[in-house]
């Protein structure tokens, strides 16, 4: 009798949410009323994205492509002896000194102290190139040329796949927090492939001048075009042009199915991904409700 009248107050008992899984009398472990749904969301976090704001994105994904190419042309007419070792000097002192320009004029966007960051590094590699360069001259003599290529391409391309395309790197820099592991293996591995190119040169002022270019560029770059970005969309968006038209002209000059190649990277790269992106946006279905993992906020006031 006790135990019936016991059943019985338990079934008509409210159930109730209970924390890590616990016991109800009267109702199975994994009992759910009709409220369980009341608080589903769909969708909350997912983010509606626009054709021309992701086409905009993909624009710094493209100009630092074209970036590498043009590094890549420089090589190459290096290699074969159509730019001299005085040429080599002079674009590394304009690009040095463009890249400082724009610095200044667009110095709100980073720090005092990132400035001579840089500035610090640049005199250090400088200073070291010039002293290395006579080992970075005969480093690589016994090994084929054919390897060295193979290698720098593929050396090449893990630099642009694990690029940080987003500038968070140049952020961490200017917050003094210490860069991401793959950015790190990402300007190890540009570094590399400019030692090697460098060392199948002439003389050793050819290696200093391209391994200085080199540096210049990977290391420098970024940060030129970040502030960009961040000082004038329209002017990123002119300088990209630039460069694209820039590249795809040395490009064919150079070689036309390069240039076929470099073409449709960046239609696929500016058109097809950002519309394949759109596209496959109306399939996000994302569902989120009291079952969710207790996300813990912390106020914390003076």
């Given at each position: 009798?006790?135990?019936?009248?016991?059943?019985?107050?338990?079934?008509?008992?409210?159930?109730?949410?209970?924390?890590?899984?616990?016991?109800?009398?009267?109702?199975?472990?994994?009992?759910?009323?009709?409220?369980?749904?009341?608080?589903?969301?769909?969708?909350?976090?997912?983010?509606?994205?626009?054709?021309?704001?992701?086409?905009?994105?993909?624009?710094?994904?493209?100009?630092?492509?074209?970036?590498?190419?043009?590094?890549?042309?420089?090589?190459?007419?290096?290699?074969?002896?159509?730019?001299?070792?005085?040429?080599?000097?002079?674009?590394?002192?304009?690009?040095?000194?463009?890249?400082?320009?724009?610095?200044?004029?667009?110095?709100?966007?980073?720090?005092?102290?990132?400035?001579?960051?840089?500035?610090?590094?640049?005199?250090?590699?400088?200073?070291?190139?010039?002293?290395?360069?006579?080992?970075?001259?005969?480093?690589?003599?016994?090994?084929?040329?054919?390897?060295?290529?193979?290698?720098?391409?593929?050396?090449?391309?893990?630099?642009?796949?694990?690029?940080?395309?987003?500038?968070?790197?140049?952020?961490?820099?200017?917050?003094?927090?210490?860069?991401?592991?793959?950015?790190?293996?990402?300007?190890?591995?540009?570094?590399?492939?400019?030692?090697?190119?460098?060392?199948?040169?002439?003389?050793?002022?050819?290696?200093?001048?391209?391994?200085?270019?080199?540096?210049?560029?990977?290391?420098?770059?970024?940060?030129?075009?970040?502030?960009?970005?961040?000082?004038?969309?329209?002017?990123?968006?002119?300088?990209?042009?630039?460069?694209?038209?820039?590249?795809?002209?040395?490009?064919?000059s150079l070689h036309r199915l390069l240039?076929?190649?470099?073409?449709?990277?960046?239609?696929?790269?500016?058109?097809?991904?950002?519309?394949?992106?759109?596209?496959?946006?109306?399939?996000?279905?994302?569902?989120?409700?009291?079952?969710?993992?207790?996300?813990?906020?912390?106020?914390?006031?003076?």
């Amino acid at each position: 009798m006790d135990t019936g009248i016991r059943e019985k107050s338990g079934a008509r008992s409210k159930w109730r949410k209970v924390a890590y899984g616990g016991m109800q009398p009267g109702f199975d472990d994994n009992h759910t009323d009709e409220s369980f749904l009341e608080d589903m969301v769909t969708n909350a976090n997912v983010v509606q994205r626009n054709m021309l704001k992701v086409m905009q994105d993909s624009v710094s994904i493209s100009q630092y492509l074209c970036v590498v190419a043009l590094v890549g042309l420089v090589w190459t007419y290096t290699l074969k002896s159509t730019l001299d070792e005085n040429s080599l000097l002079l674009l590394d002192v304009s690009l040095l000194g463009s890249g400082f320009v724009v610095l200044l004029f667009t110095g709100e966007m980073i720090s005092l102290k990132l400035f001579f960051h840089y500035l610090l590094n640049i005199s250090f590699f400088t200073t070291g190139l010039y002293v290395l360069a006579p080992i970075y001259y005969t480093l690589t003599r016994s090994i084929s040329s054919d390897s060295i290529w193979a290698v720098t391409v593929l050396l090449i391309l893990l630099h642009l796949f694990l690029h940080d395309y987003s500038g968070s790197t140049i952020k961490a820099l200017g917050a003094l927090q210490n860069p991401t592991l793959t950015s790190c293996i990402s300007l190890n591995a540009s570094i590399v492939a400019s030692v090697f190119i460098a060392s199948r040169l002439p003389s050793r002022l050819h290696v200093f001048a391209i391994m200085l270019f080199s540096l210049q560029v990977f290391l420098f770059a970024p940060l030129v075009t970040y502030c960009i970005k961040k000082y004038s969309l329209c002017l990123h968006l002119l300088l990209s042009f630039c460069l694209m038209t820039v590249a795809l002209g040395f490009v064919y000059s150079l070689h036309r199915l390069l240039f076929v190649m470099l073409l449709g990277l960046l239609i696929f790269v500016n058109v097809i991904c950002p519309y394949w992106l759109i596209r496959i946006q109306e399939y996000k279905f994302e569902i989120n409700g009291p079952w969710d993992e207790a996300k813990l906020c912390f106020d914390i006031t003076d």
